[in-house]
């Protein structure tokens, strides 16, 4: 399994920004998908995750301000983020989980957003 992500980049506080996902190399009907980010010097934390029937979940940090969505058909997961903060700054990840396991099996090679004041 192959995890693309793309989309990451520098922006000024209260812009945007898209990131997305292509996962590849095998079958995710059932899976979970999401992003989580790490920041220098923090542990990794969830952002958002979806699920394959759409239930979409967020930190509480990012609820309101980020969406996230999926294709099932291109197997892509894409979260698009608003009303950016420097707090947002990170490396973001891209994951799935399989159905029925409690972790996050893949992961992409990350991608950094930095937002500045």
């Known amino acids: 399994v192959q995890l693309q992500a793309s989309g990451g980049g520098s922006v000024q506080a209260g812009g945007s920004l898209r990131l997305s996902c292509a996962a590849s190399?095998?079958?995710?009907?059932?899976?979970?998908m999401g992003w989580y980010r790490q920041a220098p010097g923090k542990q990794r934390e969830m952002v958002a995750t979806i699920t394959s029937g759409g239930t979409a979940r967020y930190s509480d940090s990012v609820e309101g301000r980020f969406t996230i969505s999926r294709d099932n058909t291109k197997n892509t997961v894409n979260l698009q983020m608003s009303s950016l903060k420097p707090e947002d700054t990170a490396v973001y990840y891209c994951t799935v989980k399989r159905p029925f396991t409690p972790v996050y099996t893949y992961w992409g090679q990350g991608t950094q957003v930095t937002v500045s004041s």
């Open positions: 190399g095998g079958a995710f009907g059932g899976t979970t």
